[in-house]
């Protein structure tokens, strides 16, 4: 099949591209750096390099496609991420009617349906084509983006840690946490890329008819629970993960100046995991876990966040 992937060689598209490749497909995977050429050309697949906010260039890139994967990366520049998500999901639903394409698979979330900046599945409801929306949970590479917290790291890190783990963290050395507004014993659903890419590649082949949602996960837990392997992965097996109040999340956000309507996104959706509503749906799927452990995972985060 030929079958085109956007989301350049990121957490899911380059073990997505892998499979492929390795079943024989011909995969064109999109970038929108020039510089990711050669990587792409490399891992078996052709480069076609623009962006997903032209839909001329997605159309020409879909024409003759026989399956395409589109995801929409999250932009932390774009002020307002409801407008965002929906231009591109515009752009996408647009460009795929054109090149008349009849096999897709869109990458969403499992906060999709509660978080109303999210909600832009229906946008390709009036596609004659068989669709798939993916719906995971909270990704493991999501851990990367608290490495400076988790040392402790600059006044920031030290502030919070003392803030929300006392003095003893200070007296004994026991820097660093996680943090957010959803968080300590809350259930999440965590999961793995290189899962997501599995689900994906299977979805994509699969001529199936009509539209489906597909919720994909790899481990639930108490996000303590994962503190706790991160933690032992990298030496601080007292690591807990801190529940914020949104209002707290919201003015953290602030401070780090990301603009106010997508700090509200983040808070709304973080919400809703805390809620526990995003589970409830994710039970009522019942879809079957990922290989890929949280534990097995903590063993690549060790390494990144030794070197880091
Ligand atoms: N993190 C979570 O917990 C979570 C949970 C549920 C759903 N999701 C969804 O999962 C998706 C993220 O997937 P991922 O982690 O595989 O992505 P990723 O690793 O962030 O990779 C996305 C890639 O897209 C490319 N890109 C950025 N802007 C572009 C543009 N304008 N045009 C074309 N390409 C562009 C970038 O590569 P180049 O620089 O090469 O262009 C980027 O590396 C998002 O849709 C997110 O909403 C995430």
Known sequence: MKIIITGSLGNISQPLTAILVKQGHTVTVVSSNPEKKTAIEKSGAIPAIGSISDVNFLTHTFKDADAVYAMIPLSFTEPDLGDYLRRMAQNYAQALKEAGTKQIVVMSGWAADLVKAENVEHLFDDLDASITIMRPGSFYTNFYQSIDLIKGRGLLGKFLTLR????????????????????????????????????????????????????????????????????????????????????????????????????????????????????????????KMGKVKLADFAQEFAAVYHKK
Request: glycine share 10%; aromatic share 6%; with cysteine.
């Open 164 to 287: 929300y783990s006392g003095l003893w963290s200070l007296l004994t050395g026991k820097m660093g946490l996680l943090m957010g507004n959803y968080g300590g014993d809350d259930r999440v659903v965590f999961v793995s890329p290189a899962d997501i890419a599995d689900a994906v590649a299977q979805e994509l082949v699969l001529l199936t008819k009509g539209k489906t949602i597909r919720y994909v996960g790899s481990e639930e837990m108490t996000c303590n629970e994962a503190a706790k392997i991160i933690g032992t992965a990298i030496g601080k097996p007292w690591l807990k993960w801190v529940l914020l109040s949104d209002k707290e999340m919201l003015q953290g956000l602030k401070m780090a100046k990301l603009p106010e309507e997508l700090a509200g996104a983040l808070v709304e959706m973080q919400a809703a995991m805390h809620s526990g509503k995003t589970l409830e749906n994710f039970h009522k799927s019942q879809p």
